[in-house]
C-alpha cells in the first residue's frame, strides 16, 4: 500500500485548504484512513478518520472545521479544512490500516499566518 499526499501550503487565518491523499495497492474502502498533524516541537496527533464502513471521527480541535472524506472511484482521501487557525500549522500526514499494518504517505506542509 502507497500514499501520496497533496495539498498544503500557505494560507491566511480563516481561510481553506483541501488535502488529497491518492492511496495505490488496496481501495480507500477496504481500509481505515486517516489523517495525522505534527507541528513543530510537538508529538503527531490524530485529526480525522473514516473507516472502512464510512463512520468518521475527529480530533476536539477540528470538530466543525475539518473534514474527511473519500472518493472510491478516485480512490482517495481527502481533507477539508475551513476556518484554518495559526495553531493548524503542522506538517499533516495520511495514514491507511489494513490488517493491523499502518502506512503512511509523505506530509504536507500547512502554515496558517495570522
Known amino acids: 500500500v502507497q500514499l501520496q499526499a497533496s495539498g498544503g501550503g500557505l494560507v491566511q487565518a480563516g481561510g481553506s485548504l483541501t488535502l488529497s491523499c491518492v492511496v495505490s495497492g488496496r481501495t480507500v474502502d477496504s481500509m481505515s484512513t486517516a489523517w495525522h498533524r505534527q507541528a513543530p516541537g510537538k508529538q503527531r496527533e490524530l485529526v480525522a478518520l473514516?473507516?472502512?464502513?464510512?463512520?468518521?471521527n475527529y480530533a476536539d480541535s477540528v470538530k466543525g472545521r475539518f473534514t474527511i472524506s473519500r472518493d472510491n472511484a478516485q480512490n482517495t482521501v481527502y481533507l477539508q479544512m475551513n476556518s484554518l487557525k495559526p495553531e493548524d500549522t503542522a506538517v499533516y500526514y495520511c495514514r491507511a490500516l489494513q490488517r493491523a499494518t499502518n502506512y503512511w504517505g509523505q506530509g504536507t506542509l500547512v502554515t496558517v499566518s495570522s
Open positions: 473514516i473507516t472502512s464502513a464510512g463512520i468518521t
